[in-house]
């Protein structure tokens, strides 16, 4: 066998070795490929074109369908409905004592305080209040109509007399009133019942004809009555998936 | 392929873009971010670290913990780690706003400390476990960091922060005690540190099943 | 942070830059053309195409 | 034209840009002190990086091996091991191969030659330094940036040498075509730097706040491999394959193309290591797609060494240059698209955590770029000391101990590893299960350490003997020797 290359004298002028036989025919695959004279210039083969094509078409796809919207808040493709233009954190089903605890900071807590107190003969206390937890003629549909349309005029509270007003709550979905009532009554040492997303849907739907604030005689003149027990606090992601309905809800009763 | 100088231009400026994309996206987004205020504290989520904690951060560095245990607890439905009891939900970005450095890690050789202060809040159970891991777990094979404790003959009373309850052969013979660097004390305040129970919105914990 | 803001936008000037210099440059010069040529720059006259340049030591 | 003339019209012979060996022996012997200072202060980091990573690889089947000594905890010995061989070896060794490269490739002799050997000095102090930093519990447990903060502007000084006179080369180089080499070689010596002190001040001397040090941290650790060790290993095999064979690479577009994809794909790669972590899904996302994107320069690059290669495999008998490079390269293949499928999320959530990644960064930086730097050197050396390599029979003993212990090494951690993702993604297995699988693996993989560890003492001999010029003189300007019968030299 020869050395597997030509002396250096004749250059690289393959194809005459092709020509020498004796070489030829031990060297047949070897000077086959040598003698293809396009070294150096070939072409990007075709179908090499094609699955780089198919793997950039991919890579398309890929990125609409897992990258989040490109939001810099979505940590978790799959979580998120983000072509629906949903926010990230409504997504999930929330602990309703977290949502509430939020809603009440960024609500409540400029009159009741967050120790629930609320602040001696200006704002009434949340604490042991009737008015949250029920008694006397205290329904639980008396809150959320509170919530939802405002209170205002003389109110007595745990014995003591306030006169000051009290917005409504309108503007917050279903989902969040609830949260918030279910907060401020197993805060603080209150322990009553949640109430659900549904029942203040409900009230809502009932009470779309007031739209002044109400007053302590107004609401008096209103049987008080409980909430449907929603089970357990735990029954929140029961109540998650009816958000999507509720929030159109929420625009009739404001109209 | 005669599209050649267009291909340069392409290129390079893609190339470019994982700059923006890799280093100043997240230098602005992620490196801007603030801590949720807690309503119920007046504090903050995640939790300021005291300063034995941070302390601990660099003890926890220069001795490598973290090419053996991971701090993150990946996303729920491609993982299993919350299934695993890693931690009651995904960590974000604000999840590592104390941390400095961050210790994310590569490798699961022993278990995920995202949550290990929740998990283990017994400080002698770390200072035992750092001593002499195999008197803990029989089966470990995580290395003894008995150079960051002090032998020492009992002088009088007992110290207070001696290990309590050590029995493997570096066990202290009557008479001696272990008792912990500050290194040691600062690491462990650390891994007491490490907690994730608190809620972040841009992370739900996902429903029990 | 200002000095990080300042790393941001002089390492994508310089990204860009560089870039846009270097692209400039090959089409200049020509380096985009005659590809076939460029891959027998590396040999020389005496050590030509079909030269091998490497081999086990014969002393064993 | 026909394809014949066209190719005469290239040949060297009518081409007055080509060297007279007489050019050829000064541009060698300009560089004949930087780069075997390069190489040999690489090879000694080598031998250290190497008894770092046995004793590493020990400690995981003996956890009380050495438990008392506080530097040889294995927190720090990892990152030790870690940073020597990707600090002290690949990249002294990727220098000293891009420098005699790009002076070769400029037609140029090597400008300043101190310059570069105090750039070596400074470089291996920086190391050193590092080291020894780490050992002693100053490492700031950054992947790949463990160095502490006062060795990295030892190495960063050292390197402004490098890259300014690699900067100086370039531009004073002969006229005519830039080959493909020359452009990996100049990318990555610009690349790095910038990949090097973004890390640098955004991660050690300023740091960033919270999980963005994670992204970037990934940008640069993976970049170091892809945009610095990646493009000087191709560089070398673009040159070495050719040049052995003496046959020109088989497309010269294919190399281009390679070239490009690379620069553009492979920068957004770093992500992948963070896949399920805390940052935003685009970020991953973006990632794991320029991760499988890696397909066309690595198919590219793969289809273009064969089909080089393809008709010369009996090359692979009779030149060490070529036995390493084309080992290296068929590694790179097979461990870039390795890489690809590990992006896929739902195999890496599986493999991430464990063993199969170390493995798979072993074959990268070993199976790949150092077989890499191992053939350049087999063809780098005599030309520089002007003697032969003093015996085939440890060359071969070489390559079989390197080639069998990191295939060794790298199958019993792939395995090892599946089996332990596999007990750590099942909620009902618990976390012990996930060491008992691993342990028989961890077990071969410290035997491989010792096939490697007798590798590179057998190398480093070798390479001494050079240096003390034993053995034969070369006796042509290019060849061994004269040309002994291919199947005289058994394998």
């Known amino acids: 066998m020869t050395p597997p290359t030509p002396p250096p004298d004749e250059g690289f002028k393959e194809n005459e070795l092709a020509s020498d036989i004796d070489v030829s025919q031990v060297h047949g695959s070897i000077l086959r490929e040598r003698a293809e004279p396009c070294d150096g210039y070939e072409p990007v083969p075709l179908w090499l074109i094609t699955v780089f ?14 990258s989040g919207g490109f939001r810099a808040d979505v940590f ?76 205002q005029g003389p109110i007595q509270v745990k014995g003591a007399a306030y006169n000051n007003a009290m917005p409504p709550w309108a503007q917050l979905d279903d989902e969040k009133i609830s949260a918030v009532l279910t907060y401020i009554r197993s805060e603080w040492g209150n322990s009553a019942p949640a109430i659900s997303a549904d029942y203040v849907k409900k009230i809502r739907e009932a009470s779309a004809a007031q739209t002044e604030p109400w007053t302590q005689k107004a609401l008096q003149a209103i049987p008080g009555e409980k909430a449907p027990d929603a089970a357990a606090p735990a029954a929140a992601p029961a109540a998650a998936p009816a958000a999507p309905e509720a929030t159109p809800a929420a625009s009739p009763a404001a109209a | 392929m005669n599209k050649l100088p267009l291909l340069f231009l392409g290129v390079f400026i893609t ?61 729920a439905p491609l993982s299993t780690d919350i299934a695993k009891g890693l931690g009651p939900r995904q960590t974000v970005a604000r999840d590592y706003l104390r941390a400095q450095p961050v210790f994310l890690g590569t490798m699961r050789t022993g278990p995920d400390l995202t949550n290990i202060g929740a ?91 | ?11 994508l000037i310089f990204l860009s830059g560089s870039a846009l210099a270097a692209f400039y440059w090959a089409v200049k010069d020509g380096q985009l053309e005659n590809l076939p040529e460029a891959s027998l720059v590396i040999f020389d006259d005496d050590e030509p195409v079909g030269t091998a340049t490497d081999r086990f030591p014969s002393s064993q | 034209m026909n394809p014949q003339s066209l190719i005469s019209s290239f040949h060297p012979a009518n081409n007055p840009d080509t060297l007279a060996s007489h050019e050829r022996a000064e541009i060698d012997a300009s560089t004949r002190f930087p780069v075997l200072l390069f190489f040999a202060s690489a090879i000694f980091w080598l031998l250290i990086g190497s008894l770092l ?20 905890t294995f927190g720090r010995l990892r990152p030790a091991h870690l940073n020597t061989v990707i600090y002290g070896w690949a990249s002294a060794a990727g220098i000293g191969v891009g420098v005699w490269l790009m002076a070769r490739l400029c037609r140029v002799p090597l400008l300043h030659s101190k310059l570069l050997i105090s750039a070596a000095i400074f470089w291996n102090l920086g190391v050193l330094v590092g080291v020894m930093g780490i050992l002693a519990g100053d490492s700031r447990s950054i992947e790949w940036l463990e160095f502490p903060g006062y060795a990295t502007p030892i190495l960063f000084i050292a390197y402004a040498f490098i890259g300014i006179w690699a900067i100086i080369m370039f531009r004073f180089r002969r006229p005519g075509h830039v080959y493909v080499s020359q452009w990996y070689l100049f990318a990555a010596f610009l690349w ?237 297995v618990s976390f012990r299960s996930s060491l008992d699988y691993a342990t028989p693996f961890r077990w071969i993989r410290g035997l491989s350490g010792f096939l490697l560890l007798g590798g590179h003492v057998v190398f480093a001999a070798l390479f001494t003997l050079m240096l003390l010029k034993v053995g034969r003189q070369k006796e042509g300007p290019a060849l061994f020797a004269a040309p002994v019968k291919p199947e005289a030299a058994p394998l």
Request: proline content about 7%; charged content about 10%.
């Open chain 1, 53 to 66: 094509f198919a793997i950039i078409f991919w890579a398309g796809l890929y990125l609409a369908y897992f």
């Open chain 1, 76 to 151: 978790n493709p799959d979580r998120v409905a983000w072509a629906g233009g949903g926010p990230a954190v409504a997504a999930g089903p929330v602990d309703p004592k977290v949502l509430g605890k939020r809603v009440f900071t960024q609500n409540c807590v400029v009159c009741h305080q967050t120790t629930g107190l609320g602040v001696a003969g200006q704002f009434p206390p949340l604490v042991g209040s009737e008015w949250v937890v029920g008694g006397d003629w205290h329904g639980d549909n008396h809150l959320v109509k509170i919530l939802l349309n405002g209170l």
């Open chain 2, 15 to 75: 190339f470019a873009s994982s700059w923006l994309g890799l280093v100043a996206y997240p230098y602005l987004t992620l490196g801007n971010m603030q801590p949720l205020p807690d309503e119920d504290t007046g504090g903050y989520f995640p939790p300021s670290q005291s300063g034995l904690a941070v302390a601990g951060q660099r003890v926890y560095a220069a001795n490598g913990c973290v090419y053996c245990h991971s701090q993150q607890v990946r996303l």
């Open chain 2, 119 to 209: 998990r283990q809040p017994d400080q002698n159970w770390h200072h035992k476990h750092l001593y002499e891991p195999q008197t803990v777990t029989d089966w470990s094979i995580m290395p003894s960091f008995r150079y960051l404790y002090k032998m020492q003959k009992i002088q009088g009373q007992p110290s207070a922060d001696a290990i309590q309850g050590l029995a493997g052969p570096h066990a202290p013979a009557p008479g001696f005690e272990v008792v912990p660097s500050d290194d040691a004390k600062a690491l462990v305040a650390y891994l007491i540190s490490l907690k994730r129970n608190y809620p972040l919105p841009e992370s739900p914990e996902p429903p029990a099943n």
């Open chain 3, 1 to 11: 942070m200002i000095a990080g803001y300042l790393l941001l936008i002089g390492g």
């Open chain 4, 53 to 72: 990573g046995l004793i590493s690889a020990w400690k995981m089947t003996h956890p009380g091996l050495f438990d008392q000594m506080a530097w040889l």
């Open chain 4, 192 to 428: 790095f730097p910038w990949l090097y002190a973004t890390a640098n001040i955004l991660l050690v001397w300023q740091p960033i706040q919270g999980s963005a040090q994670g992204a970037v941290n990934w940008w640069f650790a993976h970049n170091v491999l892809g945009l610095w060790f990646t493009p000087i290993g191709l560089a070398s095999a673009y040159y070495m394959i050719p040049k052995v064979i003496g046959r020109p690479i088989h497309s010269y577009y294919l190399s281009i193309l390679g070239f490009w994809s690379l620069a553009l794909f492979y920068s957004w790669n770093g992500m992948h290591h963070l896949i399920g972590g805390p940052f935003p899904a685009w970020m991953v996302s973006a990632s794991v797609v320029a991760s499988i994107m890696m397909f066309i320069p690595v198919v590219t690059v793969a289809i273009n060494h064969h089909m080089t290669m393809r008709g010369h495999f009996g090359a692979l008998k009779w030149s060490p240059t070529l036995r390493f490079t084309v080992f290296g390269a068929m590694t790179y293949t097979v461990v870039s698209l390795q890489g690809s499928s590990m992006a896929i999320p739902s195999l890496n959530t599986l493999t991430h955590f464990t063993d199969y990644t170390i493995g798979h960064a072993h074959l990268g930086l070993y199976g790949f770029f150092s077989m890499m730097m191992f053939g350049a050197m087999y063809y780098i050396v005599p030309r520089l000391t002007g003697w032969e390599w003093p015996s085939a029979n440890a060359i071969r003993w070489h390559f079989w101990l390197v080639a069998v212990g990191i295939l060794l090494m790298v199958v019993s951690l792939s395995i090892g590893g599946i089996l332990q993702g596999l007990a750590q993604f099942d909620p009902q």
